[in-house]
C-alpha cells in the first residue's frame, strides 16, 4: 500500500510537469507520444514491482533475484519500444528523434530513480523481520 500511494505521488508529480512543459513549449521540448512513453514506463515500474514484491513474499531472500529479473524486463522491453518506434518511421522524424529520444530516456530514467528509492525505503521493514526472525 505504502508503495502504490509513493506511486501515485511520484507519477501525478511526473505528468504535472510533462502537462506544464508541453504546453509551455509545445512539440519542440516535448514529443507527441510523451505520454505513451509515460504509461509504458508506468506500467512497467508495476509490472517489476508486483513480481518482485511476489517473489519477496516467497522469501525475503528473493528480493535481489526480483529486483534484477524486474530491471532486465524494463530494459528489454525499453528495447524493444524505441526498436519499433524507429523502425515504423520514427527515424525518418528529423529533429522528433532526438525529441523522442530525450523524452525517453528522461522518462526511463526518472521511473528507474523512482524504483530504486522506493526499493529502498521498502528495505527497512524487510530487514527488521528477518532480524526479528534470528
Known amino acids: 500500500m505504502r508503495f502504490l500511494r509513493q506511486f501515485l505521488v511520484f507519477a501525478g508529480a511526473l505528468a504535472l510537469l510533462i502537462f506544464a512543459l508541453q504546453h509551455g513549449f509545445g512539440p519542440a521540448i516535448i514529443h507527441p507520444r510523451t505520454w505513451l512513453l509515460f ?3 508506468a506500467g512497467l515500474t508495476l509490472l517489476t514491482y508486483g513480481l518482485t514484491a511476489r517473489l519477496v513474499a516467497v522469501s525475503p531472500t528473493n528480493l535481489g533475484i526480483g529486483y534484477l529479473v524486474g530491471m532486465t524486463i524494463r530494459l528489454l522491453a525499453s528495447l524493444a519500444l524505441v526498436t519499433v518506434h524507429l523502425a515504423r518511421g520514427g527515424a525518418h ?3 522528433g528523434v532526438w525529441t523522442f529520444l530525450g523524452a525517453f530516456f ?3 530514467f526518472s ?3 523512482f524504483e530504486i528509492w522506493a526499493t529502498l525505503s521498502n528495505l527497512r521493514p524487510i530487514s527488521e523481520k528477518q532480524v526479528s526472525q534470528t
Open 111 to 113: 521511473w528507474v530513480g
Open 93 to 95: 522524424e528529423g529533429r
Open 39 to 41: 504509461g509504458f514506463m
Open 106 to 108: 528522461l522518462l526511463y
